[in-house]
Nanobody, 122 residues
Framework: QVQLVESGGGSVQTGGSLRLSCAASETLRYMAWFRQPPGKEREGVASIGIGTGITNYADSVKGRFTISRDNAKTTVYLQMSSMKTEDTAMYYC??????????????????WGQGTQVTVSS
């Protein structure tokens, strides 16, 4: 069973930065970050092809967030900068060995982490 373990969440003020990490128990084809603000649906943030390194971002985070992977291709990072209060959410790591074309939809991913809370205050 694939396991995904997130870390790095916390509290930050607007304009600040945080880096999230997601360690996978094995190398997978695609990994992504999703987030779920309080009272709202889960939404895609960024995805990466583990073999290609090609990335995709939601419009709301383009230019502020960067997804990357380590050389061992089992850990994915989400560097978040210029953070806004609307970035406050539970952040989830997701992964799949299916073909997603870097889609940012929950239905494409079948492995999920437990989530890590990110709170941005003004």
């Amino acid at each position: 069973q694939v396991q995904l373990v997130e870390s790095g969440g916390g509290s930050v003020q607007t304009g600040g930065s945080l880096r999230l990490s997601c360690a996978a128990s094995e190398t997978l084809r695609y990994m992504a970050w999703f987030r779920q603000p309080p009272g709202k649906e889960r939404e895609g943030v960024a995805s990466i092809g583990i073999g290609t390194g090609i990335t995709n971002y939601a419009d709301s985070v383009k230019g502020r967030f960067t997804i990357s992977r380590d050389n061992a291709k089992t850990t994915v990072y989400l560097q978040m900068s210029s953070m806004k209060t609307e970035d406050t959410a539970m952040y989830y790591c997701a992964a799949t060995n299916g073909w997603t074309a870097l889609a940012l939809a929950t239905s494409f991913y079948n492995y999920w982490g437990q989530g890590t809370q990110v709170t941005v205050s003004s």
